[in-house]
């Protein structure tokens, strides 16, 4: 299995050099096509006596973020003039949704973590692919020491599945199962499960580990990867919309906003 399209989310208003070389780098070695996107929304809602109200962008607006867009584009195009394939897109509309949108075109699609101008997570529940989030300083690197955040849910399984050309180049992989109830011997018995799967499509399984959470488990998880110098958490991600609002499960909003290593995440 590999990754024959990827897509990268490049922000206007912020510095993506980082993840962009990430995304260079595992294009070149998944020796897959490489899609650099842009998207920015210039009609900003703002409150007026009681009512949202959104302003009309000026010809100048759209005349500076087209030059910005052709700036970045060229940019792209030229760190990517190596690749099997490289492609630039831009569009007049909220990255988030344009990401979901475009998503179609990609196996895998790369994105930063969440901040105030942009929310992964609509992305990870509405595009239909796995995102690969990455924080701002992280260097492209070998992604080799993998952890899975193991969970039997169907997002998770669903992750799994997404990540095995990842899994399938890794040095090491650990599964990991931080438990905050059920039976020990069940929860050993699908680690065996995943494990065993695993191996059938080549991936070495380092380690099958369960443990009693007892604290967050997103803090006991990420406590778990720095200690094992993990470069990679594979994980299920989980949310849902509720009247116009955004809820993610805790595990999936910190690393959506504060894992320091990258994370394939699948919905």
Known sequence: MSYA?????IEVDRDSEQR????LDLAD??????IGIAGVALRPAFS?????????????????????FDELGKKFLTQGRDLKHVEWRSAL????????????????VIVGRRHDLFDPGIVLLQAGRPILV?????????LRRVLVAWKDTRECRRALRDAIPFLQRAEEVMILHLAEDGAESEAKKALADVGSYLARQKVIVADEIWRRARGPVATELLRFVQDEKADLIVAGGYGHSRLGEWIFGGVTHELLSASPVCCLLSH
């Open 20 to 23: 962009i070389q990430l995304a």
């Open 93 to 108: 509309e909220p990255p988030a949704r344009l990401l979901a949108r475009e998503a179609r075109a990609a196996d895998l």
């Open 29 to 34: 070695r998944f020796e897959a096509s490489l």
């Open 134 to 142: 990455v924080p701002d300083t992280v260097r492209p690197t070998a």
């Open 5 to 9: 399209a990827m897509m990268v989310h």
């Open 48 to 68: 007026a006596a009681g009512l949202v109200v959104f302003a009309e962008p000026t010809e100048g607006d759209l005349r500076r973020v087209a030059a910005g």
